[in-house]
């Protein structure tokens, strides 16, 4: 987290000295009339562009979740463009002064630049701290080890590597300690993560302690998981159902705040459905064959059953489906494919919203019939319906659709996860994420 920090950091300094020190620039040397920059009605349109700039380049992603050097410069290209534009629209609605065209320019050169050069810095900065992070396990299940080192090579919370792994019960007792301390020496590791069984054994706890006195890091499966995966385990899910409190319901103030976020943002944002709505439904004729608006009943708060409202995706005499559903559903419509990858079939859902049946962000709520099956085979499901269900969630920006139960247990994980930390830091941590996901993947 702070390698992340430290380059997200840069980049806005960066961002900042490229249009502040320009605008600056071209007041006291370039411009026909000189002029003080902070002394000049160009000022506020020069924090609206930065501004601007800030936010596409954070929503698109940069500087750090760029795979190469190619995407980190047309990422950077189309944020830039998209703030130009932006400002430029705000100009010519509102009027002048304008911003000057050399500054605009500049801009679009030295933030690409800029933006590799801090990308490198930021693959350096993973690679060290990938480096630092060397986990060991001490763990009786092969499958465990397998598990998080699966889970290491996806998108962690924070980077690491397992570098080796400990079963006690392949030793002698005696045998154990020195046996434990010369694997992890050997594998040069920086972490000790001791599953359940480990911690309930004196002698491997005992051995703990006095690495952890030597600088080794010790963490239980379930904290590493938390900290470093983002997740709940599946093995600690009964011991820590119930050993938190939920903001929503045992902090008024959060439920309140986050409430007012919600119709806040919703209100305004809904104006946005009219006219997608008026395109949507001239494109539906041709390519939905059915009614537009689509109704679905879903389980939110408590357990209560409201009517989610989207557009409609699937055949209409599809439109209560008997099976897991997916991205790749055959049931799903031409045009249903393109709502479902930019998530514009969930614009109606912001009545929801308003009406309160949804948050802005929560647990995804499930139809009733998923609801009742998933109640009788996952342990402690019912949490979820604790609170309101949300329009994205961190189960969302962490795994995406669950189609089977395997999955829906997945998306527990994380669920639980949420409910734990829940705050509005959280919150809205969870729909930058959201958005970035949908300018680089296009939705998931």
């Known amino acids: 987290m702070v390698r992340t920090r430290l380059s997200l950091l840069v980049h806005q300094l960066g961002a900042l000295t490229v249009v502040i020190g320009f605008a600056m620039l071209h007041g006291r040397v370039l ?7 902070f002394a ?13 700039l800030l936010a596409a380049s954070y929503s698109m992603g940069l500087p750090e979740l760029q795979r190469s050097r190619v995407e980190t410069v047309a990422t950077a290209a189309a944020a830039t463009t998209a703030s130009i534009i ?3 629209i705000a100009q010519a609605t509102l009027g002048t002064p304008l911003l000057p065209r050399p500054l605009l320019a500049m801009t679009a050169v030295l933030i690409p630049l800029w933006s590799l050069l801090v990308w490198n ?30 889970e290491l090579t996806s998108e962690p919370e924070r980077p690491a590597m397992v570098v080796g792994s400990f079963n006690a019960g392949n030793h002698r007792r005696e045998a154990v ?14 972490l000790l993560v001791l599953d359940a069984a480990a911690q309930a054994d004196p002698i491997l706890v005992h051995e703990a302690s006095r690495m952890h006195g030597r600088g080794v890091r010790i963490r239980t499966l379930a904290l590493f998981y938390e900290e470093w995966l983002g997740k709940i385990p599946v093995t600690e ?7 938190f409190d939920i903001g929503e319901l045992h902090r008024n103030r959060y439920s309140r705040l986050k409430r007012l976020v919600d119709v806040t943002i919703a209100v305004p ?6 006219p997608a709505a008026g395109v949507l439904l001239a494109l539906n004729p041709f390519f939905n064959q059915g009614p537009l608006l689509y109704k679905q009943p879903r389980v939110g708060k408590q357990g209560v059953v409201f009517n989610t409202l989207k557009f409609r995706t699937m055949r ?17 419509t031409p045009l249903g494919k393109v709502l479902r990858r930019t998530h514009l079939d969930e614009l109606p859902q912001l009545i929801n919203i308003i009406r309160g049946d949804l948050a802005l962000v929560g647990p995804r709520p499930e139809q009733p019939h998923y609801v009742e099956e998933l109640l009788t085979k996952l342990p402690f499901y019912e949490s979820r319906l604790l609170v309101c269900p949300g329009l994205t969630g961190w189960a969302q920006v962490k795994f995406g659709y669950a189609s089977s139960e395997s999955d829906a247990l997945e998306k527990l994980q994380y669920d639980l996860f949420y409910l734990r930390r829940q705050n509005l830091a959280m919150d809205v941590r969870i729909m930058i994420r959201t958005a970035r996901h949908l300018f680089r993947r296009g939705g998931r």
């Open 86 to 88: 932006g400002v430029s």
């Open 237 to 243: 899910l009964e011991k820590v159902a119930m050993l």
């Open 121 to 150: 810095l930021s693959v350096d900065l993973n690679l060290r701290s990938a480096s630092r992070d060397r986990v060991f396990l001490v763990c009786s299940s092969v499958e465990d080890v397998a598990a998080v080192e699966a």
């Open 31 to 37: 411009a026909p009339v000189r002029y003080d920059l």
């Open 316 to 332: 209409a005499d599809d439109s209560v489906p008997t099976a897991w559903t997916s991205l790749e559903d055959p049931r799903v």
């Open 40 to 52: 000049d009605a160009r000022l506020p349109w020069a924090m609206l562009f930065l501004g601007l």
């Open 269 to 274: 944002a809904s104006i946005v459905l009219l």
């Open 177 to 190: 300690p020195q046996a434990l301390r010369t694997a992890v020496e050997a594998a040069s590791a920086t």
